[in-house]
Nanobody, 124 residues
Framework: QVQLVESGGGSVQAGGSLRLSCVTSGYTSGRVSMAWFRRAPGKEREGVAG???????NYADSVKGRFTISKDNAKNTLYLQMNSLKPEDTALYYCAAGWVYGGRWYDQYAYNYWGQGTQVTVSS
């Protein structure tokens, strides 16, 4: 059974940092693409950062230069380092995994597996 379990969310002030983790099990994480998505209140879920199985990374324009996605295949863990957080980063953050093709890392429908989400709240 495939499982993705996120952790590391919390409440911080603007300018602060958090690191999210997503531990996976039930498949070999090194062979799939993975990504972080988020859903803010009243908004659609959006792609934040993605990493392909070959290590290529992509970011949403809104987080470039502030967030870093990485993974440790030996630990089956995906990370999202978030620096210089802003109130608009407040959202429920999800990790996702799947066999993504055609550069569609930002497309939630391209992913097969999802975690339950971890809340990030940034106060001004």
């Amino acid at each position: 059974q495939v499982q993705l379990v996120e952790s590391g969310g919390g409440s911080v002030q603007a300018g602060g940092s958090l690191r999210l983790s997503c531990v996976t099990s039930g498949y070999t994480s090194g062979r799939v693409s993975m990504a972080w998505f988020r859903r803010a209140p009243g908004k659609e879920r959006e792609g934040v950062a993605g990493i392909y199985s070959d290590g290529r990374v992509n970011y949403a324009d809104s987080v470039k230069g502030r967030f870093t996605i990485s993974k440790d295949n030996a630990k089956n863990t995906l990370y999202l380092q978030m620096n210089s957080l802003k109130p608009e980063d407040t959202a429920l953050y999800y990790c996702a995994a799947g066999w993504v093709y055609g550069g569609r890392w930002y497309d939630q429908y391209a992913y097969n597996y999802w975690g339950q989400g971890t809340q990030v709240t940034v106060s001004s």
